[in-house]
């Protein structure tokens, strides 16, 4: 699907050439011109709320970790950054054919060298969380659906599908390209494998999601998930938690 830019004080809105109408929520977002309805995530990281625009309720996400993390940001003078990215990629993986993904509407970034600004606005879907082993059979018929187009979630976890009537939605991902090998496919299932409703129901995943061990992508895959585990990584990655809380942009 083709996206259309449209330049806005400073902003770019980017939104599908077949829904030029968007452009006005665009616009609603620069000039917060939008009810809040519930914050769900406000971080130094991240922002997600419920919103409500022109009486229509959507999600909107800011990305502000590509803004205050220094590492981050600089990154940001080559890169179209997660915003932009994730509306691109989820647009091209429902044309491949993933109908389940919560639709992307459109993204806000405003742009120097660095990016200084970046939202996305994506349909909100009322539903319910997961809760049987059948729930957990849909996610995994739908990641082989995601694989077999070369893409992945990349965080893997029930809490990010959402059941609505007998069918699922799947949200929270930027739905990117495979690039190497089977890597992050591999980690797709590793990671949900220490689900905690995989883990309460006990649900065995490789036997619905067949993985080859002998594979470099599986033996490279699980060493990260074992080093992960690690104490002394633990403990490096509490420390960074704390030091953000502190104030600290890493």
């Known amino acids: 699907m083709k996206i259309e830019k449209y330049l806005y004080k400073g ?24 009810k809040v309805l519930k914050v769900l995530k406000d971080t130094k990281r991240n922002y997600v709320a419920i919103v409500e625009i022109q009486n229509k309720k959507y999600i ?26 994730t509306l691109k990629n989820g647009y ?4 491949e054919g ?4 919560v639709e992307p509407i459109l ?19 009322e539903g319910n969380i997961l809760r049987t082993e059948e729930d957990i059979d849909k996610v995994i018929k739908i990641i082989k659906k995601v694989h077999n187009i070369g893409r992945y979630h990349g ?26 090998w089977n890597f ?19 649900y065995e995943v490789e036997k619905k999601y067949i993985l080859n061990k002998k594979s470099l992508s599986f033996i490279l895959a699980n060493f990260l998930k074992k080093t992960k585990k690690l104490k002394f990584v633990e403990a490096f990655r509490n420390l960074k938690k704390d030091l953000r809380k502190k104030g600290w942009k890493i």
């Open 11 to 34: 902003y770019s809105i980017y939104f599908p050439t077949t829904n030029l109408e968007r452009k006005e929520y665009g616009e609603n977002i620069i000039d917060n011109n939008f």
């Open 60 to 85: 909107l996400k800011e990305f502000r970790s590509e803004v205050v993390i220094p590492q981050r940001k600089i990154q940001t003078i080559f890169k179209e950054g997660e915003a932009l990215k």
């Open 92 to 95: 091209a993986a429902i044309d």
């Open 98 to 101: 993933i109908i389940e993904l």
């Open 107 to 125: 993204a806000v970034v405003k742009k120097g060298i660095f990016i200084e600004k970046s939202f996305l606005l994506m349909e909100y879907i």
């Open 155 to 180: 965080d893997l976890n029930t809490s990010n599908f959402i059941k609505i009537n007998d069918g699922l939605k799947i949200i929270d991902t930027q739905m990117k390209k495979e690039k190497f």
């Open 184 to 202: 992050k496919k591999v980690y797709d299932i590793l990671t949900l494998k220490e689900d905690l409703l995989v883990l309460e129901l006990k």
